[in-house]
């Protein structure tokens, strides 16, 4: 991978995990999608329910190439009678991994208020049972705003209310060593690399096919990628978060191939091509199955489209938490991409 494209991909997954789009509240980040690539020459369109979709060449036998750019968030439930929040999670945000975390409370005006999850009565020094009480957000867990309210009163009078979107800090850092930690790198990674390939072809790179990338919306509730499949589409890779944990093959550092998902299998010959890609190539990858998972092209299916699947991504740790992933594990993605489209 060039130096320049590379440079070009961390770029972009700053710029995009910097955006908050926790799912249902995406048109600033399908926004900033259209108008990259509307700058770099090409000619994005939107669809109705949300979401970006583009060609990248003319051509055959048409291939998309899917990421999501929704992600986990919370939205508020009650404003309690201390001032602070209760909130639903929006996907599957769990209540003991945003704990101590800060957020955002985005109200209908566009107002935005910094908070911070915090078990209720969190002061160790007064609440003996701070450290072991059940963290859930329909209890213990409230967001506490930074700002100076006592009461239901105070902070309803900030504009804010029940149904405001909740972003939660992103947090994103590389180390020296290359590893990226963030949350929402499922699916900003794989994004950031969707951006990279459409740079790269806009600066000359050939394609062996047609091929589309689509940034989804509401994957993270199920529904990403279950509407708008051009109708010449024949077969759809999701780049995804690649799982990594125990039994599974997969590192940070590489791409991983998923053989199966809680969906199913996937399609056996864009597997097949997949693997000998990543071997012809030199990519570092690993084929898994994914025990608790279900992709966006597993919903394209499932939506009625007769098309072929399969499923790539980085690999990424500690998902729907503060993930880890690996800038070679993008490269690796990227890399595989690039040689399966030769
Ligand atoms: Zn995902």
Known sequence: MKQTLKEYMLYQLEKLLAIPSPTG???EVCDYLAAQLTEMGFAPYSLHKGGVICALNEGENALMLAAHVDTLGAMVKTVKGNGALMVTPLGGLTAANVETETA???TREGKKYEGTFQIENAST???????TAVRSFDSTLELLLDEKVY???????????TGDFV???PRFTITDSGFIKSRFLDDKASAAVLLTLAKAVSEGLELNRKV???FTVYEEVGHGAAAGIPSDVKDMISVDMGCVGAGLNCKETQVSICSKDSAGPYNYDVV????AAARNAGVDYAIDVYPFYGSDVDVTLKAGFDIRHGLIGPGVYASH??????VEGLENTYNLLVEYLK
């Open 321 to 326: 938490g503060y993930e880890r992933s690996h």
């Open 212 to 214: 589309y990338v689509m």
């Open 167 to 169: 972003a939660v800090n």
């Open 104 to 106: 955002w409370v985005i």
């Open 272 to 275: 097949n091509d997949l693997v």
């Open 25 to 27: 509240y995406t048109k």
């Open 125 to 131: 020094h007064v609440n003996r049972e701070a450290g």
């Open 151 to 161: 009461s239901k009163d105070d902070t309803r009078k900030l504009g804010i209310e």
